[in-house]
């Protein structure tokens, strides 16, 4: 395999790195409270529908009105400060979202690797 062959994308890894981070910011205000019981869990899990609306939304307006997506952006920063959990669900779903069809894209691509006869000149 050349160089040029394999291409990184930075778009993916920059959404994934930039979920983690939201993920590590809820991590941290869960720390600084100084519990993390049950209930906590239980909130990230259900914040988890909300969290992945709204990332269809900025996802939607970002596709229709780049200059507006500044709202649902501001939106999510002041969630993501008031609430920790909110945070956790939004780093899940950032990650999710990008993580599991490369995955699946890169199972699929070893497959057919796999699968296809080799040839030799």
Known sequence: MTPTARKIEWGPLLVTAIGAGVLLLGARGFFLRGHFAFADALHCALLLIPAAALLLLA?????????????????????????????????????????????????????????????NP
Do not use: C, N, T
Request: proline share 7%; hydrophobic share 60%.
């Open 59 to 119: 996802s939607y307006v970002f596709q229709h009105a780049r200059l507006v997506v500044v709202l649902p952006v501001l939106m999510a920063a002041v969630l993501i400060r008031a609430y920790p959990a909110f945070a956790v669900a939004l780093g899940l779903a950032l990650v999710g979202a990008i993580v599991g069809p490369a995955l699946s894209e890169w199972r699929d691509a070893a497959r057919r690797q796999k699968s296809a006869p080799e040839i």
